[in-house]
């Protein structure tokens, strides 16, 4: 078995989908509108792994939760990006475009080179090797 795709609600699909196109490399597919439920997402594909669905519908409620605190549920996903100087690289990108980081680039106690960031919606991205 393997995770076929994860989905996040977005308020802005434009801007979320031109966010990880530029700094995740990822490819969309064409946009998929249902106007009877007023839906409308977008399947964004990496080099490998899963994919990622944004989705959106105006009347979906904003998250109750502070994108600065941890809470039960998930809590963010990770991209791989093949190695410790890509994840410097990526950060550094990520916070000259202005972009949050709540996690530098640092070896964990489990072994990982990781930094955290969060996307324009305030989503968690993990960018490990």
């Known amino acids: 078995m393997k995770i ?5 609600w977005v308020k802005d699909l434009e801007k979320m989908k031109a966010f990880y196109e530029q700094f995740f ?6 946009m998929y509108h249902n106007p009877t439920k007023n839906f409308r997402s977008y399947f964004l594909s990496f080099e490998s792994g899963c ?4 989705m959106q519908k105006p009347e979906i409620p904003n998250n109750l939760n502070d ?3 941890q809470y039960t549920g998930i809590i963010h996903f990770a991209v791989s990006v093949g190695s410790p100087e890509k994840v410097n690289f990526l950060t550094e990108q990520l916070r000259s475009a202005g972009y949050q ?13 990781e930094s955290v960031v969060l996307d324009p919606e305030k989503n968690r991205i993990e960018i490990t090797i």
């Open 4 to 8: 076929e795709h994860l989905a996040i």
């Open 101 to 113: 980081i709540v996690g530098e680039p640092r070896t964990t106690g489990d072994g990982y080179y």
């Open 51 to 54: 994919r990622l669905e944004l």
């Open 67 to 69: 994108p600065e605190r």
């Open 25 to 30: 490399n990822a490819r969309s597919n064409e």
